[in-house]
């Protein structure tokens, strides 16, 4: 098991920044690629970010290239969503994720090819 939880979510105002958290525990963090997920109200989940295990390898949806960066650090078994110029479509709740690093590759962006979640952190961005 894997336990996560998410932190560093709040209230910006757009163009602002925020940086998530995400802590790990349980299993050995370090063999577990991890992933960003969001979800606005009304709307179905989505794909932000993920990162493989080495933190050597990092993929991010379209649309959101340039202003998220995915990063983790193996020491802390920690995982971070650095977000610059904030857009009120922003707001959601943003869950990470986490999946053995054995896993195929390709499939970062499923929430099927994720096995342990967090509780999610609200980000509201609005003037």
């Known amino acids: 098991q894997v336990q996560l939880a998410e932190s560093g979510g709040g209230l910006v105002q757009p163009g602002g920044s925020l940086r998530l958290s995400c802590a790990a525990s349980g299993r050995t963090y370090s063999n577990f690629a991890m992933g960003w997920f969001r979800q606005a109200p009304g709307k179905e989940r989505e794909f932000v970010a993920a990162v493989s295990s080495s933190g050597g390898t990092t993929n991010y949806a379209d649309d959101l290239k340039g202003r998220f960066t995915i990063s983790r650090d193996n020491a802390k078994n920690t995982v971070y969503l650095q977000m610059n110029s904030l857009k009120p479509e922003d707001t959601a709740v943003y869950y990470c994720?986490?999946?053995?690093?054995?896993?195929?590759?390709?499939?970062?962006?499923?929430?099927?090819?994720?096995?342990?979640w967090g509780q999610g952190t609200q980000v509201t961005v609005s003037s």
């Open positions: 994720a986490a999946r053995p690093s054995t896993y195929k590759a390709s499939t970062y962006s499923r929430e099927s090819a994720y096995d342990y």
